[in-house]
């Protein structure tokens, strides 16, 4: 079945996966934010994933993907992943700008060359904003001392671990202010409108609230924060 799936339909699917892993509970309205989509289009788009059993969508209205297709967007979201990896570790290209580019060339990854990216790269691997093929939920990061930069209170200094890379036009927001994966951050002040104020490698920047729960963040312990 998954041989021949269209392209759009492997954006539906991944778009799935992903919203799950930042902990959402996917509904239409926002698959049709998400891809840029109207409400008709989505609907049509549901019901042809559930008759092909790729999808469920429960009287709640929240849509799960099946193992099928929990199978299926993996499929594409590893190559995605391969593709970033390549783009970056190969041919030098900057973290900002591989998202899109990876966007464009997924679908057209055989699985002959998707065998030899594995081959050359590994399948476990981080992709230069910090993510695994399937991005750690939200719970998972916080286990492992992260917090997303939204919820940080300590003013003191960050590294950024990993970003939400679902939006191009916030990555390359987020490299013209000075953030960028690993890069250390001061936090100076939260504001009323949840807004943060940053001392970052650019000089100093204030970040809106959903740009700021994009990126996650480990704080630095005292002693090395103090060696700044």
């Not at 967007?73 to 570790?89: D, N, P, Q, V």
């Not at 060359?113 to 594995?118: G, H, K, N, S, T």
């Amino acid at each position: 079945m998954s041989e021949s799936i269209t392209v759009s339909k492997q954006d539906y699917l991944k778009a799935i996966l992903e919203a799950e892993s930042e902990g959402h509970q996917v509904i239409p309205a926002m698959l049709a934010h998400w891809l840029s989509v109207s409400a008709p289009a989505v609907t049509m788009a549901l019901k042809r994933l559930k008759r092909d059993g790729y999808v469920d969508v429960k009287s709640d209205g929240i849509v799960r993907l099946t193992p099928t297709g929990k199978e299926t967007a993996y499929r594409t979201a590893l190559r995605h992943h391969l593709i970033e990896r390549m783009l970056s570790e190969i041919f030098g290209m900057e973290w900002y700008e591989i998202h899109a580019e990876a966007e464009r060339l997924e679908h057209a990854v055989s699985p002959a060359f998707e065998a030899r990216l594995i081959e050359k790269l590994g399948e476990q691997g981080m992709c230069p904003h910090g993510n695994t093929v399937l991005p750690e939920s939200p719970a998972q990061r916080k286990k492992r001392g992260l917090t997303q930069l939204s919820e940080a209170t300590e003013q003191t200094d960050y590294v950024v671990s990993a970003l939400y890379e679902r939006d191009p036009k916030l990555l390359i927001f987020l490299h013209e202010s000075g953030i960028s994966p690993n890069t250390r951050l001061r936090l100076q002040a939260r504001n009323y409108d949840k807004t943060v104020v940053l001392e970052t490698p650019a000089g100093q920047v204030t970040l809106g609230h959903p740009a700021a729960e994009g990126v996650w963040v480990k704080r630095v312990a005292s002693r090395e924060a103090n060696k700044k």
